[in-house]
């Protein structure tokens, strides 16, 4: 089961083309406001864009190009989302919960029973099948939630951030049944979560102001950064410039000596350092210098931040050197650190 879908909604400002196989999980990342959510509402029929259109295996989901005003109403759609919160109906059983969708599909009550039997068994939910939704702790509800979305086995599954709202501690034990039970199936996931996209997502889209500015295999996308966001997810130093003679030089003016000739000279490049892989002085011949804006902990080691290029280390070198906010420094790296790609 595909999807092709393009839309825009001048409101939101928001414009955005895609498409995806059956059985393909993509994953919309993006900061605040970048129009993720959005995307969601109008895939599950819950926002009219202005323009655009959506095929789901074929069907329509709506049309608005020329003149057109196609639009099939949510119920309709074999969509299903998953947000944040559950969403429980509070008065029903979890497997009254999960029997719901199929029953109001006109299935039978003893059918739609042992969909949702088959559904909490894969969501390790059965024991929790007579329990109300008060009775739930946070994963146990969203768990519920996902074989709920699932027992009407919908063409396109929508996720926004299903992980978001649960304790660290029990998140792990949704992604694993996510993992799972998403195997097969067409599904969107909105998400903040770098791990969330490497294991539940085969590519990825990064949103920025409405606008896609990075897509590829999720890997890809996160090793090899085309935007600030996703390498901020990948917790790398991402650096945008002008390949030269002897590396690149960065929309900042920065030179940046880079030994790998991966592109032409003046082609548009990206180049990214690990944090693990800056230190403070230094002899290294890549050398950034600036005033510290910020120290973050990171585990067990420090994060300076110089403008838009970040250094790990260890409390000890904070100590040692009385780095503080304001300070002036230099960070360098070695040019084995630095990996360049082309953007052209």
Not at 44 to 59: E, H, I, M, N, V
Not at 99 to 105: D, K, M, N, T, V
Not at 264 to 279: F, H, K, Y
């Amino acid at each position: 089961m595909s999807l092709s879908f393009s839309a825009a909604l001048s409101a939101r400002s928001l414009e955005v083309d895609l498409e995806l196989a059956g059985g393909e999980t993509v994953a919309i990342l993006g900061p605040n406001g970048a129009g993720k959510s959005t995307t969601i509402g109008i895939l599950a029929g819950l926002l009219r864009p202005d323009t655009g259109f959506a095929t789901l295996d074929g069907r329509s989901l709506f049309d608005f190009r020329g003149g057109t005003h196609k639009w099939m109403p949510p119920h309709a759609r074999n969509v299903s989302l998953l947000a944040q919160d559950p969403l429980l109906f509070p008065h029903l059983t979890v497997r009254e919960n999960v029997a719901f969708g199929p029953r109001s599909a006109g299935v039978s009550r003893a059918r739609a029973h042992a969909t949702a039997d088959h559904w909490l068994d894969e969501v390790e939910a059965s024991s929790l099948a007579g329990r109300k939704p008060a009775e739930l702790s946070g994963g146990e509800a969203q768990r519920v939630a996902v074989a709920r979305a699932l027992a009407t086995d919908p063409r396109l599954l929508l996720l926004d951030e299903p992980m978001a709202a649960l304790d660290v501690t029990v998140a792990p034990l949704v992604r694993r049944v996510l993992r799972r039970v998403l195997h097969g199936r067409t599904v969107v996931i909105v998400t903040h979560d770098i791990l969330d996209a490497l294991v539940l997502a085969d590519r990825v889209i990064v949103l920025n102001e409405g606008r896609i500015v990075d897509a590829g295999p999720t890997r890809e996308v996160l090793e090899r950064p085309r935007s600030r966001f996703a390498a901020d997810l990948a917790g790398l130093n991402l650096l945008l410039g002008t390949r030269t003679a002897t590396g690149m030089v960065t929309h900042d003016g920065d030179q940046v000596a880079v030994t790998d000739g991966v592109a032409p000279i003046g082609a548009r490049v990206a180049a990214v350092i690990r944090p693990t892989a800056m230190t403070v002085g230094g002899a290294g011949s890549v050398r950034f210098e600036g005033t510290i804006t910020d120290l973050e902990p990171r585990g067990d080691l420090i994060r300076i931040r110089v403008g838009t290029i970040a250094a790990d280390v260890t409390p000890s070198v904070v100590a040692d050197l009385d780095l503080a906010p304001g300070h002036r420094v230099a960070l360098t790296a070695e040019p084995r650190d630095v990996t360049m790609y082309s953007l052209d």
